[in-house]
């Protein structure tokens, strides 16, 4: 499991003014949770992912992946990072290689892994993110889509094979359809692969309503909510007092029941929104006359 143990983190410690972004954080994450990570502009989110791989260390407390802790040896710290892949905001901005292909199989060529092997990592990362090998493989990363470019940065993580996914604003940038397509494949990355667990940082209430199993909520460097996303969003006024609102849909049907509507006030998705209106309606039809159903007409 990844583990934070009571974690605090200053930036600058030295200064008298040093900035604490994290302030006693404890959070264990089990193999395939998706965890939905939330919070404010400065509320410690990507100080906290950093820590998960070892780009920022602890001020103090202890972060540990399978008993490994980001303090220890080179080896100890190289072996975190193939189990942790974080994809940071426009990460199609660290792609360098002239081809898809070459891109992908940077990281496990950096593992020295065996030509065949990475050549199979390369094709099962690109099918996972819905990428045609025979078709793309050659093609250079620049001339892409930021939909596609995106895919390809995500893939070049997944060929390290990690255990946990961390994914720093992965749809930043792109457009309602795009944001969908790339959440979608990361679902179903999550649903492929039982030991992944997927960490999303995301402003969106909509995305980790609907693909999160688990929410952790910071405010000023500490964690001030963690639960199911039914258990968060049930906490309507205190995500307020933090700068953070419900989803769209379920303020909606909130507003809807306060005029007198019986639908469900606890839907979080479009989906279930829809299902709770379509029942409310269905059963406020009038009842269609016996005769009329036989097509006969009085």
Same mark, same amino acid.
């Given at each position: 499991?990844?583990?934070?143990?009571?974690?605090?983190?200053?930036?600058?410690?030295?200064?008298k003014d040093g900035v604490k972004a994290l302030d006693g954080i404890s959070l264990t994450i089990e193999d395939h949770e998706f965890l939905g990570l939330l919070?404010?502009?400065?509320?410690?989110?990507?100080?906290?992912?950093?820590?998960?791989?070892?780009?920022?260390?602890?001020? %103090?407390?202890?972060?540990?992946?399978?008993?490994?802790?980001?303090?220890?040896?080179?080896?100890?710290?190289?072996?975190?990072?193939?189990?942790?892949?974080?994809?940071?905001?426009?990460?199609? *901005?660290?792609?360098?290689?002239?081809?898809?292909?070459?891109?992908?199989?940077?990281?496990?060529?950096?593992?020295?892994?065996?030509?065949?092997?990475?050549?199979?990592?390369?094709?099962?990362?690109? $099918?996972?993110?819905?990428? *045609?090998?025979?078709?793309?493989?050659?093609? %250079?990363?620049?001339?892409?889509?930021?939909?596609?470019?995106?895919?390809?940065?995500?893939?070049?993580?997944?060929?390290?094979?990690?255990?946990?996914?961390?994914?720093?604003?992965?749809?930043?940038?792109?457009?309602?359809?795009?944001?969908?397509?790339i959440l979608d494949e990361i679902h179903r990355i999550y649903e492929a692969n039982p030991s992944m667990s997927i960490i999303l940082v995301t402003h969106s209430?909509?995305?980790?309503?609907?693909?999160?199993?688990?929410?952790?909520v910071l405010d000023r460097g500490k964690i001030v909510m963690d639960g199911s996303p039914e258990e968060v969003f049930s906490r309507e006024e205190d995500l307020?007092?933090?700068?953070?609102?419900?989803?769209?849909?379920?303020?909606?049907?909130?507003?809807?029941? %306060?005029?007198?509507?019986?639908?469900? +006030?606890?839907?979080?998705?479009?989906?279930?929104?829809?299902?709770?209106?379509?029942?409310?309606?269905?059963?406020?039809? +009038? $009842?269609?006359? %016996?005769?009329?159903?036989?097509?006969?007409?009085?």
């Amino acid at each position: 499991m990844m583990e934070f143990k009571d974690v605090s983190f200053i930036y600058d410690p030295t200064a008298k003014d040093g900035v604490k972004a994290l302030d006693g954080i404890s959070l264990t994450i089990e193999d395939h949770e998706f965890l939905g990570l939330l919070g404010h502009t400065g509320s410690g989110k990507s100080t906290l992912v950093q820590h998960m791989n070892a780009l920022n260390l602890p001020s %103090s407390g202890q972060v540990t992946i399978y008993g490994l802790d980001t303090r220890g040896t080179k080896s100890q710290v190289r072996k975190i990072r193939q189990e942790v892949g974080l994809v940071f905001q426009y990460p199609e *901005d660290q792609l360098f290689e002239p081809t898809i292909y070459k891109d992908i199989a940077f990281g496990p060529r950096n593992l020295k892994l065996e030509e065949a092997e990475i050549d199979r990592r390369v094709r099962r990362a690109m $099918e996972a993110v819905g990428l *045609d090998f025979n078709t793309m493989k050659d093609r %250079s990363p620049f001339e892409l889509s930021g939909g596609q470019k995106r895919r390809v940065a995500i893939a070049g993580v997944l060929a390290l094979e990690p255990r946990y996914l961390v994914l720093d604003e992965p749809t930043a940038g792109l457009d309602p359809q795009g944001r969908k397509e790339i959440l979608d494949e990361i679902h179903r990355i999550y649903e492929a692969n039982p030991s992944m667990s997927i960490i999303l940082v995301t402003h969106s209430m909509e995305d980790v309503a609907a693909y999160a199993n688990r929410l952790v909520v910071l405010d000023r460097g500490k964690i001030v909510m963690d639960g199911s996303p039914e258990e968060v969003f049930s906490r309507e006024e205190d995500l307020e007092a933090i700068g953070l609102a419900l989803p769209q849909v379920t303020k909606l049907m909130r507003t809807l029941r %306060s005029k007198g509507m019986d639908v469900d +006030p606890t839907a979080l998705t479009v989906d279930q929104a829809f299902q709770s209106l379509k029942s409310y309606l269905e059963a406020r039809r +009038p $009842e269609v006359p %016996s005769a009329m159903k036989g097509g006969h007409h009085e």
